[in-house]
């Protein structure tokens, strides 16, 4: 999984998502060059569904199902 910032440029390719105890760890690495590992933890999961409405939770779930857009000014 890749995460592109506001240039189309990627940001962060996730690898691998992994369960540790109670936390998911997100392995990858940053601007294709620098390894990460990072951890979230339940709480913090718990702030990030506040986030979501449910119309943008909605989305997110159909987003698998969605065809990707060719992106801006090309």
Do not use: Y
């Amino acid at each position: 999984m890749k995460i592109f910032g506001p240039d189309n440029q990627e940001l962060i390719a996730i690898s691998a998502i992994e369960r540790d105890g109670a936390e998911l760890v997100l392995r990858g690495k940053i601007f294709g060059t620098l390894p990460m590992s990072a951890r979230i933890r339940p709480e913090e999961v718990r702030r990030g569904l506040k986030l979501f409405g449910w119309r943008t939770a909605a989305f997110a779930l159909s987003l698998p199902w969605r065809r990707a857009r060719p992106p801006k000014g090309r």
